[in-house]
């Protein structure tokens, strides 16, 4: 879909609209009665009961394996700084596998995606009905922030890209974050981006990891590379929620800016300052418009697909829907911080309307992908023993320990 069409499906006023309440301020996904996109709950609360204690030990015990995974290669730091950050992009593809397992297992749903003629040739279905991605191993991928899980999703697509990576992805999050345990330590392990909302904070961290992600690398033939990169922003800054939305239509209403109806207005600082320090290394951006089947028209998606509902009460999204775009970095204005918010807010605009379609027909557009109509698939992994993969390292390292140990007592002897 043109930009130029998506323009005309705008609202034609300028003026922003009245914030939307939800009528209803229950929390939907926690009662096993109430109105839901996905239907009835398919577990009673002592079968809930078991997918949540069952949950928690294969999710706790795969971000444990994988931290300590992490700091048993830590010192590689001081011997070879390369091999130590393909030794971490290894834990981080392990990570990756377990969030897509566990959604596979756990929350199954459909992927639908399409995409428009700038992403032509690079969205696939392989023989066994897994979608197959060709994008450049180095971009940045927005997206608009509907709940806290899209982030897995997205994730996901690094899985089924070709060459994959899910083990290059990059988080930009809050910086509260960094004290849950296993799971802070872990990130700062994986080289995210921990930001405290405050520009003059965060500047020197972004420009200090955003070095390290431009720097180029020598290889054993000397040639000269760069390291894979999927840096991954939602420039709303949160996800979409009845409070978030409120706030985008004051500043909407505070500014002159016409308000959108399905996002939250977009901040553009960020994001400015990532693409200037990135903008020699890469060549796109990548645009994904995430929407969940069923949410109602003034609704939030938070409130239904929370943790419990979708992996316990056996009620995830029907669908989650993806329409792809592509925009060359040359074409966007980076010298101009006022430029760049407009062309921001405007890509921003045309998603609203693409949002409006998919809410009032259940589809984003049609691909123009060079494939006809939708690609559907599912959260899967191409193997089923691949979840074994995030076990190994820790294994392999705990068998060598264990003969070096036995060794030892020999000597002694």
């Given at each position: 879909?043109?930009?130029?069409?998506?323009?005309?499906?705008?609202?034609?006023?300028?003026?922003?609209?009245?914030?939307?309440?939800?009528?209803?301020?229950?929390?939907?996904?926690?009662?096993?009665?109430?109105?839901?996109?996905?239907?009835?709950?398919?577990?009673?609360?002592?079968?809930?009961?078991?997918?949540?204690?069952?949950?928690?030990?294969?999710?706790?015990?795969?971000?444990?394996?994988?931290?300590?995974?992490?700091?048993?290669?830590?010192?590689?730091?001081?011997?070879?700084?390369?091999?130590?950050?393909?030794?971490?992009?290894?834990?981080?593809?392990?990570?990756?596998?377990?969030?897509?397992?566990?959604?596979?297992?756990?929350?199954?749903?459909?992927?639908?995606?399409?995409?428009?003629?700038?992403?032509?040739?690079?969205?696939?279905?392989?023989?066994?009905?897994?979608?197959?991605?060709?994008?450049?191993?180095?971009?940045?991928?927005?997206?608009?922030?509907?709940?806290?899980?899209?982030w897995l999703y997205l994730w996901w697509v690094g899985y089924t890209n070709n060459p994959h990576m899910h083990g290059h992805i990059y988080i930009i999050l809050k910086e509260s974050l960094k004290w849950i345990p296993v799971l802070g330590p872990g990130c700062m392990f994986l080289g995210f981006i921990f930001m405290s909302r405050k520009m003059a904070v965060d500047q020197p961290r972004l420009a200090h990891r955003l070095g390290k992600l431009r720097t180029e690398h020598t290889g054993p033939d000397g040639e000269s590379y760069l390291n894979p990169m999927w840096l991954l922003l939602f420039p709303e800054?949160?996800?979409?929620?009845?409070?978030?939305?409120?706030?985008?239509?004051?500043?909407?209403?505070?500014?002159?800016?016409?308000?959108?109806?399905?996002?939250?207005?977009?901040?553009?600082?960020?994001?400015?300052?990532?693409?200037?320090?990135?903008?020699?290394?890469?060549?796109?951006?990548?645009?994904?418009?995430?929407?969940?089947?069923?949410?109602?028209?003034?609704?939030?998606?938070?409130?239904?697909?929370?943790?419990?509902?979708?992996?316990?009460?056996?009620?995830?999204?029907?669908?989650?829907?993806?329409?792809?775009?592509?925009?060359?970095?040359?074409?966007?204005?980076?010298?101009?911080?006022?430029?760049?918010?407009?062309?921001?807010?405007?890509?921003?605009?045309?998603?609203?309307?693409?949002?409006?379609?998919?809410?009032?027909?259940?589809?984003?557009?049609?691909?123009?992908?060079?494939?006809?109509?939708?690609?559907?698939?599912?959260?899967?992994?191409?193997?089923?023993?691949?979840?074994?993969?995030?076990?190994?390292?820790?294994?392999?390292?705990?068998?060598?320990?264990?003969?070096?140990?036995?060794?030892?007592?020999?000597?002694?002897?």
């Amino acid at each position: 879909m043109a930009a130029a069409e998506l323009r005309q499906r705008l609202p034609p006023s300028d003026k922003a609209p009245e914030p939307k309440l939800i009528a209803d301020a229950t929390k939907p996904a926690l009662d096993p009665n109430a109105p839901h996109p996905a239907g009835k709950a398919k577990y009673g609360r002592f079968r809930a009961l078991l997918r949540a204690i069952s949950f928690a030990m294969y999710f706790g015990s795969g971000c444990l394996t994988v931290h300590l995974t992490q700091i048993v290669g830590a010192p590689i730091y001081y011997v070879n700084r390369d091999l130590y950050y393909a030794y971490m992009s290894l834990t981080k593809a392990s990570f990756g596998l377990l969030i897509t397992t566990m959604t596979q297992w756990w929350a199954p749903t459909i992927i639908r995606i399409s995409g428009d003629s700038s992403v032509a040739g690079q969205l696939s279905l392989t023989p066994d009905g897994r979608v197959q991605c060709a994008f450049p191993e180095r971009m940045v991928m927005i997206a608009n922030h509907q709940i806290y899980t899209d982030w897995l999703y997205l994730w996901w697509v690094g899985y089924t890209n070709n060459p994959h990576m899910h083990g290059h992805i990059y988080i930009i999050l809050k910086e509260s974050l960094k004290w849950i345990p296993v799971l802070g330590p872990g990130c700062m392990f994986l080289g995210f981006i921990f930001m405290s909302r405050k520009m003059a904070v965060d500047q020197p961290r972004l420009a200090h990891r955003l070095g390290k992600l431009r720097t180029e690398h020598t290889g054993p033939d000397g040639e000269s590379y760069l390291n894979p990169m999927w840096l991954l922003l939602f420039p709303e800054g949160t996800n979409l929620s009845n409070n978030g939305r409120t706030k985008s239509a004051a500043w909407a209403a505070k500014t002159g800016l016409r308000d959108m109806e399905h996002l939250m207005l977009p901040r553009s600082t960020g994001m400015f300052f990532c693409l200037n320090e990135l903008k020699e290394t890469i060549e796109y951006v990548y645009d994904c418009t995430v929407a969940y089947e069923g949410v109602p028209r003034g609704n939030y998606g938070e409130d239904y697909f929370t943790l419990s509902s979708t992996y316990f009460q056996g009620r995830p999204p029907k669908s989650v829907n993806f329409y792809w775009r592509r925009f060359a970095m040359a074409d966007i204005p980076l010298d101009n911080q006022e430029k760049f918010d407009v062309w921001l807010r405007e890509r921003w605009y045309e998603k609203d309307a693409l949002l409006e379609q998919y809410v009032s027909t259940g589809r984003f557009p049609a691909n123009g992908a060079g494939i006809k109509g939708h690609i559907e698939t599912e959260v899967r992994t191409q193997y089923w023993w691949e979840f074994i993969k995030i076990f190994i390292m820790l294994g392999t390292f705990g068998l060598i320990f264990n003969f070096m140990l036995r060794g030892l007592r020999v000597f002694l002897r």
